[in-house]
């Protein structure tokens, strides 16, 4: 459960088990506020022209991904470290690496529909990410039976962006 004392969380005690699953969603929920003001700062201080050029350029996205890909195997390394400030690190880098990631995308959602497209859809990620949350702590339901669905749900959504596109 953590590095003082390694047990298996599904072999731990209720009480135990609620502690972890409380302060997992604790980081998550700070790690997508964060996401979100990472994002918002790198849209007011990156021009434009990069965003665009993130997007047209013939090799970006082959750098950016490979990038992605470097700074996310330094992050997975931080975050499996025995010491919490490089695991609090890691998360960190991997916060600034999607900021950096879905910057063209929120741009251009920016551009064509304006800023409070992206505050909507921020609200309806805080509401539903709040309600998931809320319903896992009051019925102390385990969702890990959704784990097939969802994997399958999404090959089938990259099978209709293929199709689509």
């Not at 859809?121 to 969702?143: E, H, P, Q, R, W």
């Amino acid at each position: 459960m953590n590095s003082e004392n390694n047990v298996v969380v599904s072999y731990a005690t209720d009480a135990d088990r609620a502690t972890f699953f409380k302060k997992t969603y604790s980081h998550v929920a700070y790690a997508i506020l964060a996401f979100m003001l990472v994002e918002s700062i790198l849209l007011r201080i990156v021009p434009v022209d990069w965003i665009l050029m993130m997007m047209g350029g013939k090799f970006v996205w082959l750098f950016i991904l490979g990038l992605f890909w470097l700074g996310s195997t330094l992050s997975d390394r931080l975050v499996f470290h025995p010491d919490r400030q490089k695991q609090y690190l890691g998360l960190g880098l991997y916060v600034l690496l999607e900021a950096i990631i879905f910057l063209p995308m929120i741009a251009i959602a920016v551009i064509y529909s304006g800023s409070e497209m992206i505050m909507q859809a921020a609200i309806i990620t805080l509401f539903m990410f709040s309600g998931l949350t809320a319903v896992v702590f009051m019925t102390k339901t385990d969702f890990s039976f959704l784990r097939t669905a969802i994997t399958i749900g999404g090959f089938v959504a990259l099978g209709v962006i293929v199709v689509g596109a």
